[in-house]
């Protein structure tokens, strides 16, 4: 849930095949982009743009996620992990003609690592114990060097764009595009890079991005054949396309954006004392979590479209996936068993705590969310099957993130997010028991329980060891221990449901961000 963990998702893309240049690609955006600057994106749009624009060392292959070679010809990792030295390849320009050397490669990264640039880029750099040191070695090449062994030390740099030392409102750029105009609350214009090194690449000449917020009108303007792709879709939409042109309609299967709740286990927050010790039970946990029917959620609210949970990792993460895990399924008896052993009793339809308490709560989740609304109903209804009373409150994002993140003032919480990486270090902020994000207790001093100590070293060793495959084991366990103790509690992974017309060549949609750019370069139409 960091800066690059992003809550909107990417917008609807698409082509006018119609109108306008024969190898003009158009798509719509949700909203105006807030930066052109490749090291300060935090938003979609933007996040959109920089991809599209940016030219980076390495770019990992979406399909087989192999790295690839692109603005390096070729580069080195040290033998203990700490440092990488890149080559580049001789002659690189800007979208301008301006050279691109060593020196664009190290001010670029040393100017993410400012803390007075506040760069998102910088967080992806950065390591537990200090930052790297940049050092340009020829014209051609550059190191960076940690202070101690680097978890992704290479495929790191697929997120960080090269940029030029400009001040330019539309900078100009390293990847197959750039920003050649922009309309504020209309659109932007991509212009294919007269200079970029994959000569007869790109395939388009432009794109065309439309600032359209409308879901309703994106989704008429692909069944009219104006726009050539939507990437991402909800069940109804998706149903509707199935229906008018069951060749465009794709299920990419399980996305990384999970769908989960949570306890306010926060010795400060505003509850009762009483509420708290439930929270902080992991068998009362355990027995919520097996009174809800994940399998209606997936098949009534996201009509089908949607996997009951199996933890904090999508299995559609193929590599980072435990595979031992399977999602818990309903079971009241299991669930009852689970609160008795906690002292709970069940009479005249109500549960109470060993001192009498009935067992009731508030569940707070995001208004203008159909889905989850309809999510927490059921979650409502299945708890009163068990004795619990469970008020929901809707509440809009900037209030709920007040309450979760800053008053503390709630109970359980209802939310899910948008992955925008595969590789679990990015949620270290959710489960480093002093993370910001550590959704049960925010920034603890010390870890409260002997599991969530475990976490903690198991995160930090996975983050200073370069061998992924030693990564993979400690995060094996994270995951283990994560629904062993359930403090978070999963439900679904939404399918990824993406609208793409047969016009559209050389598509290979993941369900890794961006599911339909990641080989924009490859992209053109029959």
Avoid: C
Avoid at 76 to 99: E, M, N, Q, V
Avoid at 161 to 170: G, H, M, R
Avoid at 481 to 490: L, M, R, T
Avoid at 504 to 519: D, H, S, T, Y
């Amino acid at each position: 849930m960091k800066a690059a963990r992003l809550l909107a998702v990417f917008a609807a893309t698409g082509i006018l095949p119609a109108a306008g240049p024969a190898r003009e690609l158009r798509f719509t955006l949700p909203a105006d982009p807030r930066t052109f600057d490749a090291l300060h994106v935090s938003d979609q749009p933007s996040e959109t743009i920089r991809y599209l624009t940016g030219g980076v060392l390495l770019r990992i292959n979406r399909v087989t996620d192999q790295l690839q070679p692109e603005l390096a010809e070729s580069w080195k990792i040290t033998p203990d992990g700490r440092a990488i030295i890149f080559h580049l390849r001789a002659g690189l320009k800007f979208s301008d003609g301006s050279p691109l050397i060593a020196a664009d490669v190290a001010r670029t990264l040393n100017t993410a690592l400012d803390p007075k640039q506040a760069s998102p880029a910088g967080d992806t750099l950065r390591s537990g114990r200090g930052d790297p040191e940049v050092r340009v070695v020829s014209a051609l090449d550059v190191s960076v060097r940690y202070p101690q062994p680097k978890a992704g030390i290479d495929r790191i740099f697929d997120q960080i764009s090269i940029v030029p030392q400009t001040s330019a409102k539309l900078p100009p750029s390293a990847g197959p595009f750039f920003v050649a105009g922009y309309k504020p609350g209309e659109q932007i214009t991509l212009a294919r890079n007269p200079n970029y090194w994959k000569h007869g690449q790109p395939d388009f000449d432009s794109i065309r991005m439309d600032i359209q917020s409308n879901r309703e009108i994106e989704l008429a303007r692909f069944l009219r054949g104006e726009i050539h792709a939507i990437q991402k879709l909800e069940p109804e939409a998706f149903d509707r396309v199935k229906k008018e042109q069951p060749a465009a309609a794709r299920n990419l299967g399980a996305s990384l954006d999970p769908e989960f709740l949570w306890f306010n286990m926060a010795p400060a927050a505003p509850i009762p004392d009483y509420r708290k010790k439930w929270f902080s039970s992991a068998a009362f946990r355990h027995a919520i979590s097996q009174s809800i029917h994940r399998d209606d959620l997936a098949r009534v609210v996201f009509r089908g479209y949607a996997h009951p949970a199996a933890g904090p990792i999508s299995a559609s993460n193929r590599f980072w996936f435990n595979a031992s895990l399977k999602p818990l399924p309903y079971d009241a008896q299991s669930a009852m068993r689970n609160f008795a052993a906690d002292g709970f009793v069940l009479r005249d339809g109500v549960l109470r705590d060993r001192d009498g308490h009935e067992v009731e709560f508030s569940l707070v989740t995001n208004s203008g969310n159909r889905a989850r609304a309809a999510m927490a109903a059921f979650i409502q209804d299945d708890l009163r099957n068990v004795g619990i009373r469970v008020n929901v409150v809707t509440l809009d994002f900037g209030s709920l993130i007040e309450r979760i993140s800053r008053t503390l003032n709630y109970e359980a919480a209802l939310l899910g997010y948008s992955n925008v990486a595969v590789d679990p270090i990015e949620d270290m902020n959710v489960w480093l028991s002093s993370g910001p994000q550590h959704a049960w207790w925010p920034e603890e001093k010390t870890p409260a329980t002997p599991w969530e100590a475990r976490i903690d070293q198991l995160e930090l060793d996975q983050a200073a060891q370069p061998d992924r495959r030693l990564r993979k084991r400690s995060m094996d366990e994270v995951q283990r221990i994560a629904v062993e103790q359930e403090p978070i509690i999963y439900l679904v992974y939404s399918d990824y449901l993406a609208a793409i017309s047969p016009l559209l060549r050389g598509v290979q949609p993941v369900a890794e961000p961006p599911q339909l750019f990641w080989n924009i370069e490859s992209l053109g139409l029959k």
